[in-house]
């Protein structure tokens, strides 16, 4: 069965450090891959996602993540992160040509001021 | 604006109460997921709408059902109530065309079993 695993669940940094999640997927088959963002008080949203073609993928507010395949992973990335970053983080993968996507168990990033 | 809109957003029931939560899809979707979250944890699939027909399940009981309407709105019904039923219920519509359509969310209906 299909799963994902998000590798830190609490991530905490200061503004202007690097950030990195890390993603992998269980799954033998061509996926699609989303990273979704929960702001405090608001809806999940999506952050960016991956479906074919290049594997760096570039998202809203300046995040990024990598497909590597080999690994099975779909690691999210930004440079330097702000306070307005803080929030909680979903890898999810949905099989090609499947229907439903699946999450990991969210990833939460407090940056502080 | 969430686009997804579901109602309500807050519910209590005692347990072994029926409920039904209600999600209408971001204008121009045709697909409605349910998802229920549980506290610190991702979102679990638990079935997926398209044409007024349900067609994929995830692990969950037949407890669970739902419907679709011509206009899209679709409902989430959950029977015999177990205190292990309390969570967020999420809604996330999106495109069936060319199934490579993320998932819009709504803000999920909080559902608490006494």
């Known amino acids: 069965a299909q799963s994902v695993s998000q590798h830190n669940h609490h991530v905490i940094l200061s503004e202007a450090a690097s950030l990195e999640l890390g993603c992998n997927y269980s799954?033998?088959?061509?996926?699609?891959l989303f990273w979704y963002v929960q702001y405090p008080g608001q809806h999940l949203q999506l952050l960016l996602k991956?479906?074919?073609?290049?594997?760096l993928v570039k998202g809203i507010k300046g995040f990024e993540a990598e497909f590597i395949k080999s690994k099975f992973s779909f690691n999210l990335r930004k440079p330097s992160v702000q306070w307005s970053d803080t929030a909680e983080y979903f890898c999810?993968?949905?099989?090609?040509?499947?229907?439903?996507?699946?999450f990991g168990a969210g990833t939460r990033l407090f940056v502080k001021a | 604006d969430a686009g997804v809109t579901q109602s309500p957003t807050h519910l209590i029931k005692t347990r072994g109460q029926q409920v039904t939560l209600r999600c209408s899809p971001k204008s121009g979707h045709d697909t409605v997921s349910w998802y229920q979250q549980a506290l610190g944890q991702g979102p679990q699939f638990i079935f997926q709408y398209y044409e007024e027909e349900e067609r994929q399940r995830g692990n969950f009981p037949d407890r669970f059902s739902g419907h679709q309407y011509p206009n899209y709105s679709s409902e989430l019904n959950v029977n015999a109530l177990l205190l292990g039923d309390s969570a967020l219920y999420l809604c996330?519509?999106?495109?069936?065309?060319?199934?490579?359509?993320?998932?819009?969310f709504g803000n999920g209906t909080r559902l608490t079993v006494t």
């Open positions: 996330a519509s999106s495109l069936n065309r060319g199934q490579n359509s993320p998932l819009h």
């Open positions: 991956y479906f074919s073609g290049d594997p």
């Open positions: 999810a993968v949905k099989n090609t040509g499947g229907f439903k996507t699946i």
């Open positions: 799954y033998g088959g061509t996926v699609n």
